[in-house]
């Protein structure tokens, strides 16, 4: 089994990932980001939706909302997620490997470095091809990441997250010529420790661009955040956004025109 399809992984560390605290945190940022401006009704794929952290926003903004995710106790804590703010999401257990729903979405979204899970850089593109036919034509995929000229700031050093009743401390550690990041977590809560080691791959700016032209996106744009500001050494995120060509204007023929 690969790390990513370890439901006890998700649960055990939920608490690191999907603090209330981030919760409130992205409400706001939904709220005030120029990349969620949505307009009423706009249908919306949340790939890899977790526990709905975007996915309640985005659906109280009037966003017609699906949440997809491979792990079931994720999808159940999105639905009581979505059940406590009164809010309608369809949530689907699907693999964004395989996940297509065609033309359905005016907009997709792969948020929290939930994207570059698979070994494969094959496998990554697919699932960028994948959002590509899920969306209509002239619909946007966005792509949220840490960015890798951003995790050199900061590789190498250990980081501990307190929580109410435990700690947890990260590890990084660059791979294979730096196309790759482990990550190795050990939380510690009272006598017990639990370790983990999650494996990703790790895209600068404009490997991710390549990849979204590759997938056959256009108008390919470049964020260091939810604001909208460029991507650079202080940048927060790496954010890469694409539009799935619109398609050309169709010729109006006259009927008995003889098709010249
Ligand atoms: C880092 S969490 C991010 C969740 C959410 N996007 C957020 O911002 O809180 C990654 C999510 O990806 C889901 N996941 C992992 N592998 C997946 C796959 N192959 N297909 C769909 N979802 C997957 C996990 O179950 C988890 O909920």
Redesign the pocket.
């Given at each position: 089994m690969h790390w990513?399809?370890d439901?006890d992984f998700?649960v055990d560390f939920a608490d690191v990932?999907?603090s209330d605290r981030?919760r409130a945190e992205?409400a706001r940022l939904v709220g005030g980001s120029p990349l969620f401006d949505h307009p009423p009704g706009t249908r919306v794929l949340?790939?890899?939706?977790?526990?709905?952290?975007?996915a309640v926003p985005l659906a109280r903004a009037g966003c017609r909302v699906t949440g997809?995710?491979?792990?079931a106790p994720?999808l159940e804590r999105a639905r009581a997620a979505c059940d406590a703010a009164g809010v309608d999401v369809r949530l689907v257990r699907?693999?964004?490997?395989t996940?297509v729903e065609p033309e359905r979405y005016d907009e997709a979204?792969?948020?929290?470095?939930?994207f570059g899970?698979?070994d494969h850089r094959e496998d990554n593109l697919t699932v960028l091809r994948n959002a590509w036919a899920s969306l209509r034509p002239g619909g946007r995929m966005l792509v949220d990441v840490m960015g890798k000229e951003v995790v050199a700031g900061w590789i190498g050093r250990p980081q501990v997250v307190e929580l109410p009743d435990a700690y947890v401390i990260q590890r990084d550690t660059v791979l294979d010529e730096w196309t790759r990041l482990r990550t190795d977590w050990t939380m510690v809560r009272g006598e017990h420790a639990r370790e983990v080691s999650i494996t990703s791959h790790l895209y600068g700016a404009s490997e991710l661009r390549a990849l979204f032209d590759e997938a056959g996106f256009v108008d390919v744009e470049v964020y260091g955040d939810f604001d909208c500001s460029p991507y650079g050494q202080r940048a927060r995120r790496l954010i890469v956004r694409g539009t799935r060509p619109p398609n050309p204007p169709t010729r109006a023929v006259t009927e008995g025109a003889g098709g010249a």
């Amino acid at each position: 089994m690969h790390w990513y399809e370890d439901d006890d992984f998700w649960v055990d560390f939920a608490d690191v990932m999907f603090s209330d605290r981030r919760r409130a945190e992205i409400a706001r940022l939904v709220g005030g980001s120029p990349l969620f401006d949505h307009p009423p009704g706009t249908r919306v794929l949340d790939l890899a939706c977790g526990p709905a952290l975007y996915a309640v926003p985005l659906a109280r903004a009037g966003c017609r909302v699906t949440g997809v995710d491979l792990s079931a106790p994720m999808l159940e804590r999105a639905r009581a997620a979505c059940d406590a703010a009164g809010v309608d999401v369809r949530l689907v257990r699907g693999d964004m490997l395989t996940h297509v729903e065609p033309e359905r979405y005016d907009e997709a979204i792969n948020v929290f470095t939930s994207f570059g899970y698979f070994d494969h850089r094959e496998d990554n593109l697919t699932v960028l091809r994948n959002a590509w036919a899920s969306l209509r034509p002239g619909g946007r995929m966005l792509v949220d990441v840490m960015g890798k000229e951003v995790v050199a700031g900061w590789i190498g050093r250990p980081q501990v997250v307190e929580l109410p009743d435990a700690y947890v401390i990260q590890r990084d550690t660059v791979l294979d010529e730096w196309t790759r990041l482990r990550t190795d977590w050990t939380m510690v809560r009272g006598e017990h420790a639990r370790e983990v080691s999650i494996t990703s791959h790790l895209y600068g700016a404009s490997e991710l661009r390549a990849l979204f032209d590759e997938a056959g996106f256009v108008d390919v744009e470049v964020y260091g955040d939810f604001d909208c500001s460029p991507y650079g050494q202080r940048a927060r995120r790496l954010i890469v956004r694409g539009t799935r060509p619109p398609n050309p204007p169709t010729r109006a023929v006259t009927e008995g025109a003889g098709g010249a």
